[in-house]
């Protein structure tokens, strides 16, 4: 048994891929028999930094995790006190996710201080070295935390490509985001439309997730212009919060005529409602200008749901090009006919085995390996 600490977004900081992942992978070193606990934010973002409405979950916390509440990223004498109370307490195994350079002084001064007891092994789970939106400043902050750890885990090929630019040393290893099996089970596609008080016959294609400008809304509401997309009873289904001006969005959809091809779900949607979205879906669509990995397609393979994803990052390392969903360009007539392409030749039929198939690959049990692989623990 190892004792562990998880440094990360949890709750009663709102779902969402980070803290959603941190409580699943916690759940993963406990079935393990390992004891974990996740050290979380009191403070992750400053209130004029969020482009969102709360930071905090209304929803019950997950249960049987130790969650502790006490990292304030923008104060160093937090950090002090943080790491020196990890450091006293020897973890055999300290974790830290990083997802964007803004966190780095917090994270690498705690990983610093817990270094010097000479027991404690540091693990970067790195979503992102270099950020989507970049700011100046970005490289010095990550080389910063770079450098505070002992070994690092990936989940695309483009982060650890990125990573190399920092470190060509250290123990590194890619392993595929796992699939998030934390949204409850697969419900019939006409009860989730029920629920959702959705149309039983509409064909529905689905975007999920924060709305940023990387993720390229913009091009698929181009791609719904389309006058065959227009004519073929396709709506599109937005489930997810602005974290960006809504207002430019609402404009296209008004200039466009598009308000009659569209369901507007653009309030942040809870854990315990993500299943109903999926399961109502035809398709998934990400037409992402710029990625590296993404939680939404790990969601869309538990759901057992055809993919369609943008030649950008790590998207083409997880969807089979026409076998469990499409790869395409970045641009909008791209996307439009391989939405056509998927209802015109029913490949909802022809690509359910190749899902079902290709979701065994992604599992918890291969991501706890590797961290201790790298770890070597």
């Known amino acids: 048994m190892k004792k562990i600490v ?3 977004s949890a709750f009663p900081l709102r779902g969402g891929g980070l803290a959603t992942f941190n409580e699943r992978l916690a759940k993963a070193f406990l079935q393990e028999g390992h004891q974990v606990r996740i050290e979380t ?3 992750q973002y400053p209130s004029f930094l969020f482009p969102g409405k709360t930071q905090y979950s209304e929803e019950a916390p997950p249960e049987n995790l130790n969650i502790h509440v006490g990292v304030n990223s923008i104060n160093p004498i937090n950090w002090l006190s943080v790491g020196q109370r990890i450091k006293k307490e020897k973890p055999d195994l300290v974790i830290l996710r990083y997802w964007i350079p803004f966190i780095a002084p917090s994270l690498g001064s705690i990983a610093r201080i817990i270094k010097k007891n000479k027991h404690s092994k540091i693990v970067a789970i790195a979503d992102n070295i270099i950020p989507h939106e970049k700011r100046p400043g970005d490289a010095l902050l990550s080389n910063y935390f770079v450098n505070s750890v002992d070994a690092f885990v990936t989940m695309s090929q483009t982060v650890m490509e990125d990573l190399e630019k920092f470190d060509q040393n250290k123990p590194k ?4 985001h796992p699939l998030y099996d934390n949204f409850g089970p697969i419900i019939e596609k006409k009860l989730a439309r029920k629920q959702l008080n959705l149309n039983i016959e509409t064909k529905y294609i689905l975007f999920f997730g924060f709305i940023r400008d990387y993720k390229g809304l913009d091009l698929l509401l181009q791609a719904m212009t389309n006058k065959e997309i227009k004519t ?7 489930a997810g919060e602005f974290y960006s001006n809504e207002d430019k969005y609402k404009k296209y959809i008004a200039e466009h005529h598009l308000t009659n091809q569209l369901e507007l779900h653009t309030d942040f949607i809870p854990n315990t409602e993500v299943g109903k979205y999926f399961c109502a879906a035809d398709l998934i669509v990400q037409p992402y200008k710029t990625a590296t990995q993404s939680g939404v397609t790990q969601v869309g393979y538990h759901f057992e749901k055809p993919m ?11 969807i089979l090009h026409n076998k469990t969903g499409y790869v395409c360009e970045v641009n909008a007539e791209d996307i439009a006919q391989h939405i056509l392409k998927f209802y015109q030749e029913n490949k909802e039929i022809d690509f359910a085995p190749y899902i079902k198939e290709e979701k065994k690959k992604y599992s918890w049990k291969k991501l706890t390996d590797s961290i201790f692989e790298v770890a070597k623990l």
């Not at 290893?173 to 595929?176: E, I, L």
């Not at 073929?232 to 937005?238: D, E, F, W």
């Not at 369609?308 to 997880?318: A, S």
């Open 6 to 8: 998880i440094i990360g």
């Open 173 to 176: 290893k890619f392993n595929p």
């Open 41 to 43: 934010f009191s403070l």
């Open 232 to 238: 073929q009873n396709i709506k599109l289904i937005i």
């Open 308 to 318: 369609i994803v943008t030649r950008v990052g790590g998207l083409p390392e997880i």
